[in-house]
């Protein structure tokens, strides 16, 4: 296929080699290690029954490619799990039990992915507005104070860790100033305007560094598309500064921020985890810290896989706006 679809055809198989890729990978980093996995998987403390009944629920005497295919099957068309006293079903696509409280992973994932949304969208927002603002703005005051003011904040901005940033908007605006109350997750239906108010740290706490980076791509690619011969022509015939920045520069420089907010996601899903244990949200950055601490495979190999999949996607979606930003993609 030629054009448009085919691209998006091309980017959507690329995106499916890619996941099977990860899951490969995951698999062999979690279930082909030195020592017991079993022993591992269900702790020090467990009889040998128990060890036992692990070793036949994860298929550990199968060949590797068999356990990776049993593995995989469940992913796509579920598997049955034995309790000692039923058997029961987890439909697809089943991720396995937890063994800290037998629950289904999808299950405990469902329940927490909302928070991790909320925060990482809700960032993204920040981000970008904060950003590609403090870029368009500092091309357009190039050589000023304002814009080495700029400049120095958001090379400031890029060294400072994410915790940092968290633990210093907490005390200074929750602790000395008093003007959020230390944030507590409240669900989105259950009351917007809350849930807006009390993420608003936890946005600004995972966005402040990834805003920095947008700034000073925005302000490199704004200048070097100010500097074209399309917008001195603009310029020429006297259209307005504002009407030239915000209607023709912009948007030209537009692409390269776009393929940069992709991968930032990705990198905003490994601050979450810094993020959602700093503040307390029940996400599945904070869920992830419990399961390695308890050692509870299933969980961190179906929230691992999970994030690997929003990562892909991401990623694939990028490709497809940046094809929209420029068409210049599609025959590449």
């Known amino acids: 296929m030629n054009g448009f679809g085919g691209f998006v055809l091309r980017r959507t198989l690329g995106a499916v080699i890619t996941l099977f890729a990860i899951s490969v ?15 591992i998987t269900c702790g020090p403390r467990c009889s040998p029954e128990q060890v036992h009944q692990v070793t036949q629920q994860l298929r550990l005497d199968d060949p590797l490619y068999l356990r990776y295919w049993h593995f995989l ?13 039923s058997v029961e079903h987890c439909p697809a696509p ?53 814009e080495r003011v700029l400049t120095a904040v958001t090379l400031a901005g890029t060294a400072t860790p994410v915790f940092v940033i968290g633990l210093v908007l907490m005390i200074v605006v929750c602790g000395e100033l008093q003007l959020l109350p230390f944030p507590q997750y409240v669900a989105l239906t259950d009351d917007p305007e ?28 704004m200048l070097e ?22 209607r023709h520069a912009l948007r030209g420089a537009l692409a390269p921020v776009i393929a940069l907010n992709a991968n930032t996601v990705g990198s905003a899903v490994g601050g ?14 904070q869920e992830l810290v419990h399961a390695v601490k308890v050692v509870d495979l299933p969980v961190v190999v179906g929230m691992v896989l999970v994030i690997g999949f929003f990562v892909v996607l991401a990623n694939a979606v990028a490709d497809v706006l940046y094809a929209v930003a420029d068409r210049r993609v599609v025959l590449a």
């Open 272 to 285: 979450a985890v810094l993020t959602e244990t700093l503040f307390g949200l029940p996400g599945i950055g």
């Open 25 to 39: 990978i995951i698999y062999v980093v979690f279930y082909v290690t030195p020592g017991n996995v079993a022993q």
């Open 194 to 221: 809350q849930w807006a108010w009390n993420l608003l740290l936890p946005w600004f706490s995972l966005a402040l560094i990834e805003a920095a980076a947008f700034a000073r791509l925005t302000r490199a690619a």
């Open 225 to 246: 598309t100010l500097a074209e011969d399309h917008i001195r022509t603009f310029r020429a015939y006297g259209v307005g500064e504002r009407a030239v920045i915000g």
């Open 73 to 85: 099957e469940g992913v796509l068309a579920g598997q049955d799990y034995s309790t000692g006293t």
């Open 94 to 146: 089943c991720l396995g039990l937890s063994y800290q409280s037998d629950r289904e992973v999808m299950d405990i994932i469902l329940t927490k992915l909302p928070v991790s949304l909320s925060l990482v969208l809700g960032a993204m927002a920040v981000w970008l507005v904060l950003g590609v603002g403090t870029g368009v703005l500092s091309a357009w005051r190039r050589g000023r104070i304002s």
